[in-house]
């Protein structure tokens, strides 16, 4: 069996540029990946996936997601990208990030197939480290 490979890109979605900055600051300190993408609309993440699903250069193998975002929230990326190929849902792990306190959003997030975990913003370096060691097994 092939080992699964380390995260090499990440998507951030999140219309706060504030928070942006922040997370992808955190994600770059920890030197898990090789690149960090940062997206201020979930359609433009949606875009940009559609365009390049078949490029393994550009293949996101961790997403963060917000939940609540104007035009389409987190929730309606979801039901999109859940109409994308299974091989690529597969090796691409959707992590929610949210300051949300609404039982109703913590409990959908948690529920859907595609979500590997809900993180409370803003991210901390030692809990994405070892997101990342469960999701990969280092």
Sequence with gaps: MASLPTPNLLIIIDDSSFDLRINSGIASHTKL???????????????????????????????????????????????????????????????????????????????DKNVVKLLKKPLQIEELKKLVAEIYKH
């Design 33 to 111: 990946f090789k690149q960090i993408l940062c997206f201020s609309s979930a359609e433009a993440a949606l875009d940009f996936l559609a365009e390049n699903i078949s490029n393994p250069e550009i293949f996101p193998h961790l997403i963060f997601l917000d939940i609540q975002m104007p035009e389409m929230d987190g929730f309606e990326f979801l039901g999109r990208y859940d109409t994308f190929p299974n091989e690529f849902k597969a090796q691409s792990h959707i992590i929610m990030i949210s300051s949300t306190d609404d039982l109703r959003d913590i409990v959908r997030a948690e529920s």
